[in-house]
């Protein structure tokens, strides 16, 4: 297991040989990686959990009984200020990843998300300062889970073997609907039958229960040895891949290292947001506009559809408030089941056909269901078999999008990167809502939400298109030779498999 390379510490003045990247990925699947992947994955069904928990308790904490809040200030509350704690969180626990490490902000990002689900629950009076304490605590836990994506995406790809790296992730990403499942099915067995005064306090605390088991498998995860390698700690690179390769091997032989994939190491210097626009637009153009099409289309068509979700039931098809939750526990296994199903696609056919195919795919089929909606041809039920079909291919797709912001730029600015897209799509996908929202209006005219579902289309299918001829060729290929390090010179030429215009590093 011991690489023939000498691996020390190393100054900015000086360089090494290393193999440690061709370590990693030359290493099979194992227990090692099974327990990572649960350990970090739950950052997505957390998050999908708060979500769906925070939209099916609104109406309670609007309650006497409860904090007495009008709806726009529950919504505001809950929904709006924990997304923008989202891309605060994701900004700054990024840019903290790249500096600090991937595991440090790992425990971190939990550890805020833990306290901020904790302190809501602690929520203990109507008044304005109550209300305010509410905002702030929600603000907390969507930092948490906003850096959670940065480090976790981040460590994943930079942990797993390239010839695995696609469909786990795709497949971590989805987890996000296993969350959203979990909610509704917890709603209706458990919150539903609790006082207006306790459920909603018992709902926010499912998800911090649920991390604070989790926090104590992530406390012996490795520290990513690219992360360590890129900042010149060689010494601990190699100390933690040999970790690695010891709980990887499950007591067989591992296969040999290709020596001839040796890369010179160079530590990091200045990989700032400054370092990191340079990086997108000077280096990468081309990469920066995949990058933010695939997530602002998805986060577009996404909000639209899940956040009005219910509106859409109880309003166009008179489906009682009590009873949405059902329908939508189909829609998110349909989402939770596309990745899984659809995941390793991404490895063996590529990434640019799988990704440009869930795409134009779901929007097509959104095109079809828009227009049997308008000529009255669906009813609950249809709709929410048609959304289950669409969604199960657009989930993949989507959860792709995330995939490959975290794999087509160098390692110093992985976890900026993550974070400066995360926060666009967020952004743009918080106008999908307000959209469609007045689309819906009454639920009498359907003119309206039918061009709202086309416009939902054409922008998927403008995320498809530009993949398919733009978009990396990552798969089942070493994170190193998608994008060469900005710190480290691969021996040789790096290999660089984007299609179209290339761009050095």
Known sequence: MATTYAEKSVTSSESRKSLVPARLDRLNWSKFHTRLVIALGVAWILDGLEITIASNVSNVIS?????????????????????LGEVAGALFFGRMSDKWGRRNLFMITLGVYLLGGALTAATAGKSQGWVIWLDITRFIAGMGIGGEYAAINSAIDELIPAKHRGRVDIAVNGTYWGGALLAAVLTVAVVNNLSASLSWRVAFLIGPVLGFVILFVRKNLPESPRWLLMHGRVDEAEAEIKRIEEMAADGGELPPVDESKAIDVVPAQNIGFVTLARTLFREYPSRAILGATLMITQSFLYNAIFFTYALVLSKVYGVSTGSTEYYFMFFAAGNFLGPLALGHFFDTIGRRVMISTTYISSAVLLALSAVLFKTGHLTATTQTAAWCVIFFIASAGASAAYLTVSEIFPVEVRAKAIAVFFA??????????????RMIGDGSDHTSLFYGYLLGAGVMAVGGIVAAFIGVDAERTSLEDIATPLSLQKSGAASMKSRGPQHST
Do not use: E, K, N, R
């Not at 309650?63 to 200030?73: C, F, I, K, T, Y």
């Open 63 to 83: 309650q006497p009984d409860a904090l007495g809040m009008g709806s726009g200030s529950v919504a505001f509350s809950v929904g709006t200020v924990y997304l």
């Open 424 to 437: 666009i799509a967020q952004s743009f996908g918080a106008f999908g809502p307000w959209l469609y929202g």
